[in-house]
């Protein structure tokens, strides 16, 4: 005969695999500290995005400080990994092909994931250990993969020596990300919707284009 009684709770809190992806929660997070920037971003801001009790974040994460770090990090993980893969499918590419392909996949990136240049927009402009955390765990590898593409086919031609490599990196990361922040404008302006596949595609091309077909011959 079936028990009557209802099944035992297990005590202690419910872990974040029972109720959700540690992947949910961190998107969420990018998507409220994109949206209300680090200052104006709460905990309990997050925990309502994905549903969840503001208890489960916070035994999950030890502050806010720690939510923004472990989000930062997951987005700059997905960032290096489609360079890596790149990098594994275009085995053979040097030079300006390979910057095209990094270019390409940087603005791809951007397009399907706009808390990355919004974040970078709020923090880049002055010296945190916001900033230099973002310096560490995505640009540094992101711009190692560009500078590896540079160093022998590029550097040896006099027109490129002529740039300085802060410049000519500071132009492929603000050129790559302009079109999407300035995405109402756009519309208003142009009619055009920055996000939809086609507009993405060109974006990537006009880019390529204007950056590096002069180094080409």
Do not use: C
């Not at 290096?80 to 095209?100: C, Q």
């Not at 974006?203 to 204007?210: L, S, Y």
């Amino acid at each position: 005969m079936p028990s009557s009684e209802p099944p035992k709770r297990k005590r202690g809190r419910p872990s974040l695999s029972q109720t959700l992806d540690l992947n949910d929660i961190l998107i969420a997070a990018l998507d409220v500290f994109a949206e209300k920037g680090y200052d104006g971003a709460q905990l309990k801001d997050v925990a309502q995005k994905v549903g969840v009790t503001n208890p489960l974040i916070s035994y999950r994460f030890e502050n806010k400080e720690d939510l923004w770090k472990k989000a930062v990090t997951f987005l700059g993980e997905k960032l290096v990994d489609r360079f890596e893969h790149i990098k594994s499918y275009y085995v053979d590419l040097t030079g300006t092909m390979a910057l095209r392909a990094y270019t390409r996949q940087y603005i791809y990136f951007l397009a399907k994931n706009p808390a990355l240049y919004k974040i970078i927009f709020q923090e880049m402009g002055h010296d945190s250990w916001r900033s230099t955390y973002l310096i560490e765990q995505l640009f540094t590898p992101v711009i190692w993969f560009g500078e590896k593409s540079i160093e022998a086919p590029l550097d040896s031609l006099k027109e490129f020596k002529t740039i300085p490599r802060a410049n000519f990196i500071s132009i492929i990361i603000g050129a790559s990300s302009s079109f999407f922040m300035l995405a109402q404008l756009m519309e208003n302006q142009y009619g055009t919707a920055v996000f939809s596949e086609e507009q993405i595609e060109q974006h990537a091309e006009v880019v390529n284009n204007i950056i590096f077909s002069q180094f080409e011959v």
